[in-house]
């Protein structure tokens, strides 16, 4: 059974590349699928909006079937009542600000009432100024405000956002997060975020699903999935930049093909075919799982260090990155330094392909 505030997905499409097969079921809160280029996140996104048409499957919104393949259900994008933005923001070029915002209310046949809804929707995102303004005289930021205007004039179901600040400078993205983050938290609906920014869906959304290949791979709360990412391609996408294919020694007991170190582990090793280290879970502290280590390299960030380092002895080994803030470095700058892997901050993780 499908609740009636919530968004339901569960469709195969299969492609050249690969084989879509997706299954989710979110209700009124921020859904980020996070994964790299190819994976799938803009097509389920196309086949939600009625854009794209999977082979089989159902989608229900908010209580309305708007694809059901058994039952022959496939509602072209303008019935389906949802607000999508594209990266590009796809403005109509050949219409002003006030026409684009005005072009979200079609559904509604009174007009001074539409007029109403876009003059408010103007000076919600302060475009009142902007009005008689074409795409092209726009900047990439009022742009995007322009394209959320239109999304939300239409009182859509729900939103779906395709990678939305992907081109923004930084110092713009941010600030127009802001903006979105404001937006969302008024919605109180679905929002399907698609992104393959860790930073930015940790900011956005409250549950996260890692896609790979076409399937989701993990899903989960933002805090869970981080702490616990499961699998390889999860820890890679949350930013567990040291990764290592594994040999199970005992319950909690690994070593580490690339590093050439012997790890005890919190969690019991079970199915794990490999471990990952977030680099700024490695310390100084001393006790289990500390080692000697040679400096490889050193790499200075704006505000912190990452150090690359080997075993001592392990000239052979794969290095991995230790972080830690500028003035810690500078206090134990050395050639040679004693670091340790804290058993409970190892991450065991399914799937053993740690190349890339």
Known sequence: MVSAMSMFVDIEKRMDAFFLKVNFEVGEETLALLGASGCGKSMTLKCIAGIEKPDRGRIVVDGVTLFDSEKGIHLPPQKRCLGMMFQNYALFPNMTVEQNIKAGTK????????QYVVEEMMERFGLRKYAGHYPHQLSGGQQQRTALARMLVSTPRALLLDEPFSALDNHLRFR???EVREVIRGFNRTVLLVSHDRDEVFRMAQTIAVMDEGKVEVLGSRDAVF??????VSARLTGCKNISAIE???THRVFARDWGLELSTAGQVSEAAAIGVRMHDICQRGGENSFLCR??????????????????GKEDSAPFGWELEKESWEKIRAKTVE???PPEAILLLREGDCSG
């Open 107 to 114: 559904r509604e046949k009174n007009k001074k009432e539409r």
């Open 176 to 178: 127009l997060e802001q």
């Open 227 to 232: 702490e616990n990412p499961k699998t390889v």
């Open 248 to 250: 199970r020694r005992d």
């Open 295 to 312: 400096v490889a390299d050193e790499i200075e960030n704006p505000f912190s260090y990452t150090i690359m380092l080997k075993p001592d």
């Open 339 to 341: 670091i340790t892997i």
